[in-house]
């Protein structure tokens, strides 16, 4: 099993900058990928970054440039720098992590709320 606890949400105006990290803990070894996901009400959870084993990254087209995901294996935290932030990136950001044994295993975090203010 993995844990994934989310920290680093909160209020900021727009142009404003926010850090959030998720921590991981239990059988982290087998950890593959990792990704942050946000969801607005109503709307299906959508992926904003991501990051393999192996460093490779991947992002959402509307916040190239402007966020950064990064992975400190020793620390098993995952981050998401936010700069520049904008009011549609007001979101529940979610952490997730895909674990292999014989399966893929999804795991997630509870969520932190970003919210951009204009």
């Known amino acids: 099993q993995v844990q994934l606890v989310e920290s680093g949400g909160g209020l900021v105006q727009a142009g404003g900058s926010l850090r959030l990290s998720c921590a991981a803990s239990?059988?982290?070894?087998?950890?593959?990928?990792m990704a942050w996901f946000r969801q607005t009400p109503g709307k299906q959870r959508e992926l904003v970054a991501s990051?393999?084993?192996?460093?490779?990254?991947a992002y959402k087209d509307s916040v190239k440039g402007r966020f950064t995901i990064s992975r400190d294996n020793a620390e098993n935290t995952l981050y998401l720098q936010m700069n520049s932030l904008r009011p549609e990136d007001t979101a529940v950001y979610y952490c997730n992590a895909k674990r292999v044994l014989i399966t893929v295993d999804d795991y997630w975090g509870q969520g932190t709320q970003v919210t951009v203010s204009s």
């Open positions: 239990g059988s982290t070894s087998q950890i593959i990928y």
């Open positions: 990051i393999t084993s192996n460093g490779s990254t």
